[in-house]
């Protein structure tokens, strides 16, 4: 009697109530070995596949273009490391620079796209 009334509290230690009230059963995953972050696979969350540090930059730098804040545009770009950057964001430094009057930093962005 004593260990169905233990099973009974272990399996209530294990249920939560969701959000309409319904008990739901809480599974222990942390002996599964597919769970480890190891094995995770986050290049594809939600059907959209994640995006690099360089192009979320990219992306706010438009924004920021949009708002006419130049200055702050460029620099967003030239936080980019030179060996993460694609050509994409090369011609927008070059545009950028150009943008600003900074005609020799402009020729050398273009001239890391040759």
Do not use: W
Request: charged share 30%.
């Amino acid at each position: 009697m004593k260990s169905l009334a233990l099973r009974k509290e272990a399996d209530l230690a294990s249920t939560s109530k969701n959000a309409d009230g319904k008990m739901l059963k809480n599974f222990d995953v942390s002996n599964d070995k597919t769970s480890t972050l190891k094995n995770l696979d986050l290049s594809n969350v939600g059907g959209k596949t994640l995006t690099s540090e360089s192009d979320v930059k990219y992306k706010l730098h438009i924004c920021l273009l949009k708002q006419a804040k130049f200055k702050e545009a460029l620099g967003v770009l030239e936080s980019i490391p030179k060996d993460k950057r694609t050509p994409k964001i090369n011609v927008a430094l070059g545009q950028a620079f150009k943008r600003l009057n900074l005609n020799k930093a402009a020729r050398l962005a273009f001239k890391d796209l040759l």
